[in-house]
Nanobody, 122 residues
Framework: QVQLVESGGGLVQAGGSLRLSCAASGRTSSSYSMGWFRQAPGKERDFVAAVSWTGDSTYYADSVKGRFTISRDSAKNTVYLQMNSLKPEDTAVYYC???????????????WGQGTQVTVSS
């Protein structure tokens, strides 16, 4: 069993930055690849970024490439999402998930956190 807890969301103006954190716990949590997804009201949960369990490989949605950076600190068992140049369309609940392999597909993730709200004002 893996437990995930997100933090770092909030309200920010367009052009601003936020850093989300996802703290993982559980016996095998460090061996999972991790991903960030987001879900706006009335929409599906969309892929944002993923990182392999080694941290060597990262993947991004086209909509955030060049603005967001995913990273992980294995010593702290924490994954981060640094979000820069935020836009109103980035407003959503952001979720982190754990999967055996990095994936754009939400169904590949076995564990999810409770989510953290990000609101970008124009």
């Amino acid at each position: 069993q893996v437990q995930l807890v997100e933090s770092g969301g909030g309200l920010v103006q367009a052009g601003g930055s936020l850093r989300l954190s996802c703290a993982a716990s559980g016996r095998t949590s460090s061996s999972y690849s991790m991903g960030w997804f987001r879900q706006a009201p009335g929409k599906e949960r969309d892929f944002v970024a993923a990182v392999s369990w080694t941290g060597d490989s990262t993947y991004y949605a086209d909509s955030v490439k060049g603005r967001f950076t995913i990273s992980r600190d294995s010593a702290k068992n924490t994954v981060y999402l640094q979000m820069n140049s935020l836009k109103p369309e980035d407003t959503a609940v952001y979720y982190c998930g754990a999967a055996v392999h990095p994936s754009h597909f939400s169904g590949s993730y076995s564990y999810w956190g409770q989510g953290t709200q990000v609101t970008v004002s124009s």
